[in-house]
């Protein structure tokens, strides 16, 4: 639903939610509870990692730790770069 995309948005870069994002929610089956910034640990951040890896444009790294079915509890460069293509392809 539109919360979890307003919960990564938020989380992630702390700007107010726009209208009109709640489609790309409905692809997303996890809620961030915190916020996710550069070195942040967690199973949260996993799950950030595997949502990011279903779609070729925001996968975190094609081979190797952060890869799809190699995903990690670490926020790195990868994610970061990620999450910015998830935003940019949303307009957010």
Same mark, same amino acid.
């Given at each position: 639903d539109a919360s979890v995309v307003a919960n990564v948005r938020s989380s992630l870069t702390g700007q107010p939610v726009t209208q009109g994002? #709640?489609?790309?929610?409905s692809i997303c089956p996890y809620?961030?509870?915190?916020? %996710?910034?550069?070195a942040s640990v967690g199973t949260d951040v996993k799950n950030l990692q595997i949502f990011l890896n279903q779609?070729?444009?925001?996968?975190?790294q094609s081979v190797g730790l #952060?890869?799809?079915g190699q995903e990690t509890t670490y926020f790195g460069h990868?994610? %970061?770069?990620?999450v910015a293509?998830?935003?940019?392809a949303r307009g957010l």
């Open positions: 994002v #709640g489609a790309a929610a809620t961030w509870t915190r916020d %996710l910034t550069l779609t070729q444009s925001t996968k975190v #952060g890869s799809p990868g994610v %970061l770069r990620a293509a998830f935003q940019a």
